[in-house]
């Protein structure tokens, strides 16, 4: 299906505001519920590595939004006198628009990075878990370098010479895709699996419904954050212009996923009887102690 690119841009930024106001909701609750005191008497430390990402995180897709509603002003009043605004988006070897794509793939090489992190922690920081996709999250960020490389091409343009950049862009996106596709499908699936197992106790003993019991799994998975990615390989892959947003919204997507994470991880801090829990270490009644927040 064809969409004209000045289309999918302009429809990629509204989504995108949209999504990064619900981000930045997200961004504040956990701020809040990470300097609020545990309600309880063990101290319950919040992960300062998920606080680490999170600001990071929320200053890469911070970046990233600014970039794309400055290039829609750029196409719209400043570029030709904004007579010609699909040869701006078109034009991808403009500053802003490297400057956008660095962002977006560093985003994505950080998520990546967070990712293996949560297996690590849920593993009860077992090494030998991590060694794939740390191997794979090395591979990832060289592929990252020379996808940033090809937006360098001057007078890369995705209107007047399309058959050019696909060829120069394609087999650089594509392991890159292929690449943070299988790591994440292995790390949320790992983390599933973990959590799965270990959780049937916590349900059993504490009645909790299968229902409550799948989204917990999912969100401590971080599996939005894989969807998206799966979304993005089939759209780039049948060469529609809806991957740009696909792309431009996956700034957004990933910080939500990461902020619902550590929302649920402050909210169990602050007051864990008001979520439900899965405790890797197996013990029903040791909440508290779960080594997921470590």
Same mark, same amino acid.
């Given at each position: 299906?064809?969409?004209?690119?000045?289309?999918?841009?302009?429809?990629?930024?509204?989504?995108?505001?949209?999504?990064?106001?619900?981000?930045?909701?997200?961004?504040?609750?956990?701020?809040?519920?990470?300097?609020?005191?545990?309600?309880?008497?063990?101290?319950?430390?919040?992960?300062?590595?998920?606080?680490?990402?999170?600001?990071?995180?929320?200053?890469?897709?911070?970046?990233?939004?600014?970039?794309?509603?400055?290039?829609?002003?750029?196409?719209?009043?400043?570029?030709?006198?904004?007579?010609?605004?699909?040869?701006?988006?078109?034009?991808?070897?403009?500053?802003?628009?490297?400057?956008?794509?660095?962002?977006?793939?560093?985003?994505?090489?950080?998520?990546?990075?967070?990712?293996?992190?949560?297996?690590?922690?849920?593993?009860?920081?077992?090494?030998?878990?991590?060694?794939?996709?740390?191997?794979?999250?090395? #591979?990832?960020?060289? $592929?990252?370098?020379?996808? /940033?490389?090809? +937006?360098?091409?001057?007078?890369?343009?995705?209107? !007047?010479? =399309?058959?050019?950049?696909?060829?120069?862009?394609?087999?650089?996106?594509?392991?890159?895709?292929?690449?943070?596709?299988?790591?994440?499908?292995?790390?949320?699936?790992?983390?599933?699996?973990?959590?799965?197992?270990?959780?049937?106790?916590?349900?059993?003993?504490?009645?909790?419904?299968?229902?409550?019991?799948?989204?917990?799994?999912?969100?401590?998975?971080?599996?939005?954050?894989?969807?998206? #990615?799966?979304?993005? $390989?089939?759209?780039?892959? /049948?060469?529609? +212009?809806?991957?740009?947003?696909?792309?431009?919204? !996956?700034? =957004?997507?990933?910080?939500?996923?990461?902020?619902?994470?550590?929302?649920?991880?402050?909210?169990?801090?602050?007051?864990?009887?008001?979520?439900?829990?899965?405790?890797?270490?197996?013990?029903?009644?040791?909440?508290?102690?779960?080594?997921?927040?470590?």
């Amino acid at each position: 299906m064809f969409v004209p690119l000045v289309t999918a841009n302009i429809v990629s930024l509204c989504i995108e505001s949209m999504l990064y106001g619900v981000f930045c909701t997200l961004f504040v609750i956990s701020l809040y519920l990470a300097a609020r005191k545990p309600s309880t008497d063990i101290n319950m430390k919040y992960p300062r590595p998920m606080l680490v990402f999170s600001i990071v995180i929320f200053l890469v897709i911070t970046t990233h939004w600014s970039l794309s509603a400055a290039r829609t002003v750029q196409a719209f009043f400043l570029y030709l006198d904004g007579q010609n605004p699909a040869a701006f988006f078109g034009d991808v070897s403009q500053f802003t628009a490297v400057f956008r794509e660095g962002m977006l793939l560093g985003l994505l090489v950080i998520g990546d990075l967070t990712i293996v992190y949560r297996l690590w922690a849920i593993w009860s920081h077992h090494k030998g878990v991590i060694i794939v996709p740390m191997v794979l999250l090395v #591979g990832l960020s060289a $592929l990252a370098v020379m996808n /940033l490389y090809v +937006f360098f091409v001057p007078g890369t343009n995705l209107l !007047q010479n =399309p058959g050019k950049f696909e060829a120069n862009i394609s087999i650089w996106t594509g392991a890159l895709c292929t690449t943070t596709f299988c790591m994440n499908l292995y790390c949320t699936g790992m983390i599933g699996y973990k959590l799965w197992k270990v959780g049937r106790v916590t349900r059993d003993r504490e009645s909790i419904s299968r229902f409550t019991f799948v989204v917990a799994i999912l969100v401590e998975s971080l599996s939005l954050y894989t969807v998206w #990615g799966i979304f993005f $390989l089939v759209f780039y892959g /049948l060469e529609s +212009f809806l991957y740009i947003l696909i792309s431009d919204t !996956q700034s =957004p997507v990933t910080g939500i996923a990461f902020m619902i994470l550590n929302v649920r991880v402050g909210m169990r801090r602050s007051d864990p009887a008001s979520v439900v829990t899965l405790d890797v270490s197996g013990r029903a009644s040791g909440a508290i102690k779960d080594r997921s927040l470590a």
